[in-house]
Structure formats: C-alpha cells, structure tokens
C-alpha cells in the first residue's frame, strides 16, 4: 500500500478531521480523531497517510485514512510548541485547547501561564471562572 498524500481541510473540536487527496482535491478523506491528534493536524497542513475505501459513508467521504506518515508524534514536542502551534490558528479557551491536545485543562492552564505570552493583558480561563458584579 503507498502512502497517499493529503492537504487538512477541516477539524472539529472533537479531533475529527478532514482532508482531501493532494492529486485530486474533490477525493475527500476521514481521519480519525485518535489518529489527527496525536499528530496535532490542522487545516492547511500536508501529510501522508496510509487510506483505504470508507465503508462507513462512502458518499460523503469515500476514503479513510488508517495511519499517518509524516506527523510528528506528541511524545516529541512540548505541551508549550503545541499550544503555540494551535494557537497559530486562532484564538481558543483553555478548555479548548485541552480538548485538541488531549491534555488536562489543569496542565494547559499551567502553560499558558508559564508561557506569558505576548500582548495577553486579560485571561478569561473558564465561565464559570467569572462571576457577577453586584451593584
């Protein structure tokens, strides 16, 4: 079986992602969230996966991938590259960002504030976290 190469169209914040063939960009292609996080995919990056035909909802997207080739596992970069590298992509909560790696929200929390990132004047770490003002 070759390895196919794919372009990451889409995640969800349940890990599930989506992609498409690099050759042939209307071939869409599942991946797993189990398999999309511990490599920490996000849209636009390119990787290579082993795929094998959907049985699941060949309609929708006929392809699934299996494994990944090119993806760095988690094991080898820390939780603060991580962060950054999600962060690349937008803003996200703490929650958040615990959900797409698979870290505690309590480490994520520790992170952040062991990072001290740039231009971060206000943290609003969880709802539940603010509380009313009383008049």
């Known amino acids: 079986m070759q390895p196919t190469e794919l372009i990451v169209t889409n995640r969800l914040a349940t890990g599930t992602t989506f992609a498409v063939l ?13 398999l999309a996080l511990d490599a920490s995919l996000r849209p636009g ?13 060949p309609e929708k997207t006929p392809w699934l991938a299996i494994s990944l080739e090119d993806a760095k596992p988690l094991s080898t970069r820390t939780l ?7 962060l690349a992509g937008g803003a996200a909560t ?8 698979g870290a505690s929200f309590d480490d994520v929390l520790a992170e952040l504030i ?14 539940h976290e603010l509380t009313e003002v009383q008049a």
């Not at 990056?45 to 909802?57: D, G, L, R, T, Y």
């Not at 703490?94 to 790696?101: G, Q, R």
């Not at 062991?114 to 709802?127: H, I």
């Open 45 to 57: 990056q390119k990787v290579m996966a082993q795929i094998v035909p959907n049985m699941s909802q």
């Open 94 to 101: 703490t929650y958040e960002l615990a959900s797409i790696l």
């Open 80 to 86: 603060s590259a991580r962060i950054k590298e999600e």
């Open 22 to 34: 690099a050759s042939d960009m209307t071939q869409n292609v599942f991946i797993p969230s189990k």
């Open 114 to 127: 062991e990072m001290r990132l740039p231009s971060t004047n206000l943290w609003a770490l969880d709802m």
